[in-house]
């Protein structure tokens, strides 16, 4: 997996990837970012790549030249035409679904606007995928695209060290994850719970369903509607949401 960050602020980016797990699956070879600083792409002597936007209004708004150009240098290193995010409030909301899907890929591009944003002409013939990590607008699309990058990361093989990882995590059959423990046994009275302890892993395992199913009931009910969920299930929610209420 090889990502391609179209950006004003490489160094944020860089700086932000270049670090714990995803820094270190960079450093095995498991994944790749290139950043493209797209200002290197301008032609005036300034280095401008904005400007005021037709029909007037307030701030600038990215031009499509230098994005355009910054696109091109990295498409003439691949074989083939990649998929370009565009990190927008406009776009569908990023999802685990996604990130999966997304994970399956070569070579993917982010595109990083700023300012009031950017050319609508070249969003047009280089974006395939407009995405919004949620409902709030930031100064930049480099967060945004750090947090995509992070999350697919995730899914490629080896980055966790321990694969089965990604597959009991929050979200992925639209459960959130069950409570989580480790030593001491007993902290300021509380104690870890005896199941856990027991070595007993039908008994853990059955724990933890019942908890992912809980925690999601609490706090995500509207996972519950896509969860897969079997009749036992259903029935343990039945039981156990009645009381809570």
């Not at 714990?20 to 450093?27: D, K």
């Not at 569908?92 to 899907?101: D, L, P, V, Y």
Request: aromatic content about 8%; some cysteine; glycine content about 6%.
């Amino acid at each position: 997996m090889k990502f391609y960050c179209l950006t004003l602020f490489p160094e944020m980016v860089r700086n932000g990837m270049h670090t714990s797990i995803t820094g270190r699956a960079m450093e095995k070879g498991l994944i790749e970012l290139e950043t493209v600083n797209i200002r290197d792409f301008t032609t005036n002597k300034h280095l401008k790549v904005d400007d005021y936007p037709y029909g007037g209004g307030a701030g600038l708004v990215m031009q499509a030249e230098p994005v355009y150009k910054a696109y091109e240098s990295v498409c003439a290193k691949l074989t083939k035409k990649p998929r370009v995010v565009f990190l927008t409030p406009c776009g569908k909301t990023f999802h685990q679904k996604m990130a999966k899907e997304l994970a399956q890929e070569e070579e993917l591009i982010f595109l990083c606007g700023h300012y009031e944003g950017v050319d609508e002409r070249v969003l047009e013939m280089i974006v395939t995928d407009n995405v919004s990590i949620g409902d709030y607008v930031l100064t930049g699309g480099e967060l945004p695209a750090m947090v995509m990058m992070d999350c697919i990361s995730r899914l490629v093989p080896g980055v966790l060290g321990n694969d089965v990882s990604a597959d009991t995590e929050s979200f992925q059959e639209n459960l959130l994850e069950y409570p989580q423990y480790t030593r001491p046994e007993e902290f300021m009275g509380q104690k870890v719970p005896e199941v856990l302890l027991s070595g007993h892993h039908a008994n853990v395992e059955k724990w933890r369903r019942e908890q992912s199913l809980l925690r999601t009931a609490k706090y995500r009910p509207d996972l519950l509607e896509k969860a897969e969920l079997c009749a036992k299930d259903l029935q343990f929610l039945q039981n156990n949401t009645c009381k809570q209420e």
